[in-house]
């Protein structure tokens, strides 16, 4: 496994790379869980499909288990002090904006690799952040293509 090996690897790469890889994993969970909300899978199944480590594992995970709407995610999620202030920024009914938040939790943390110096998370930080980027590109283009220019800045994380 993939963080495993970032932490054998030990020292500022095991530091930065466990704080993203654990927001990557956090992040997964929180979308499985909104996804499946509604529909027929358990929560044993739904447990089965979270990672083994991350900021929410274990206790998080039990919690996201069992939520059955978007307050008891919410809930779950702002018990941790990372994610409280996400969704503090996070009006109520607003579940919506939770991925364009995550997105900027997410280009803040890759950011920050940078400030740190001889280690390999700089290449993981840089290559999130050009996903990003094309994600930037892909919705001007497609507020061009469906005449919504007025929107552009709705949908854009910006990197710096």
Request: net charge negative; glycine share 6%; hydrophobic share 40%.
């Given at each position: ?33 909104l996804n499946s909300i ?19 594992y274990p206790h998080g ?100």
């Open positions: 496994d993939f963080a495993a090996f970032c932490n054998k690897l030990g020292g500022t790469t095991a530091e930065v790379m466990s704080d993203l890889l654990a927001f990557e994993a956090d992040r997964r969970a929180l979308n499985i869980t509604g529909t027929e899978l358990t929560r044993d199944d739904r447990k089965k499909l979270y990672s083994n480590f991350g900021l929410l995970h039990n919690e996201l288990s069992i939520a059955e709407d978007f307050d008891q995610i919410r809930a779950a999620m702002e018990k941790v002090p990372a994610y409280a202030n996400v969704f503090l920024k996070l009006g109520y009914g607003e579940a919506q904006m939770l991925d364009k938040l995550l997105y900027e939790e997410e280009v803040k943390r890759c950011c920050a690799c940078f400030e740190q110096q001889f280690h390999y998370g700089v290449f993981y930080a840089y290559m999130k952040l050009r996903e990003q980027e094309i994600r930037n590109i892909m919705w001007v283009s497609e507020c061009v293509a469906q005449d919504q220019k007025a929107r552009i800045n709705d949908g854009i994380v910006f990197l710096f």
